[in-house]
């Protein structure tokens, strides 16, 4: 396949044109990879798509109620990445006990992989971060990152009502 020519697109300073030679630039790369058979790429993913996360507490068990809990996942050979998104509904309960939500793959122990949380207090407008890590080979325990690391509970790092969102990112080596 020939490389193509991008120097047309370059942009002087200040050149009132910038937008559409970067549009067209976007558009010309977006062309030249449209017909790449990703099967021959090394690397990459050998499994993506959505799956439906299992959202658990350690004590009495929550329920989604109209609220949505969604799941991505990529999976290159063992290394998969995850995105988790729970929002609140109008119906949702929020259980007692520690927040759980399971992976898409299995680790090969608990302990690990810690991920980045960010949970959204809709009513304060407040995102408060925190972390999570394999509390067996399959869920994620959720924890804020109070001093010391304390668990993600009904009431805890606020009072979960309706629109409260839990964001979760992680990567990590599949059993």
Same mark, same amino acid.
């Given at each position: 396949?020939? $490389?193509?020519?991008? /120097?047309?697109?370059?942009?002087?300073? @200040?050149?009132?044109?910038?937008? %559409?030679?970067?549009?067209?630039? *976007? &558009?010309?790369?977006?062309? /030249?990879? =449209?017909?790449?058979?990703?099967? &021959?790429?090394?690397?990459?993913?050998?499994?993506?798509?959505?799956? *439906?996360? *299992?959202? %658990?507490? #350690? +004590?009495?068990?929550?329920?989604?109620?109209?609220?949505? @809990?969604? +799941?991505?996942?990529?999976?290159?050979?063992?290394? %998969?990445?995850?995105?988790?998104?729970? $929002?609140?509904?109008? %119906?949702?309960?929020?259980?007692? +006990?520690?927040?759980?939500?399971?992976?898409?793959?299995?680790?090969?122990?608990?302990?690990?992989?810690?991920?980045?949380?960010?949970?959204?207090?809709?009513?304060? +407008? @407040?995102?408060?971060?925190?972390?999570?890590?394999? $509390?067996?080979?399959?869920?994620?325990?959720?924890?804020?990152? =109070?001093?010391?690391?304390?668990?993600?509970?009904?009431?805890?790092?606020?009072?979960? =009502?309706? #629109?409260? &969102?839990?964001?979760?990112? @992680?990567?990590?080596?599949?059993?």
């Amino acid at each position: 396949m020939p $490389v193509p020519d991008f /120097e047309s697109y370059k942009v002087a300073a @200040l050149e009132l044109s910038s937008i %559409t030679k970067f549009n067209n630039f *976007v &558009q010309a790369v977006e062309d /030249e990879f =449209a017909d790449i058979d990703t099967d &021959q790429i090394p690397g990459y993913p050998t499994a993506y798509g959505t799956y *439906v996360p *299992v959202w %658990t507490c #350690a +004590g009495t068990a929550p329920s989604l109620g109209n609220g949505s @809990l969604t +799941g991505r996942f990529a999976q290159v050979g063992k290394l %998969t990445h995850v995105n988790i998104n729970l $929002v609140a509904g109008s %119906t949702t309960t929020f259980g007692t +006990g520690q927040f759980i939500l399971s992976l898409p793959a299995a680790t090969p122990a608990t302990g690990y992989p810690i991920a980045s949380v960010l949970y959204f207090d809709s009513s304060a +407008g @407040l995102f408060f971060p925190g972390n999570s890590w394999a $509390v067996s080979t399959t869920t994620l325990g959720l924890y804020d990152n =109070a001093s010391p690391l304390a668990a993600v509970t009904n009431a805890a790092p606020f009072a979960w =009502a309706t #629109a409260d &969102q839990i964001l979760l990112q @992680l990567a990590y080596e599949a059993a």
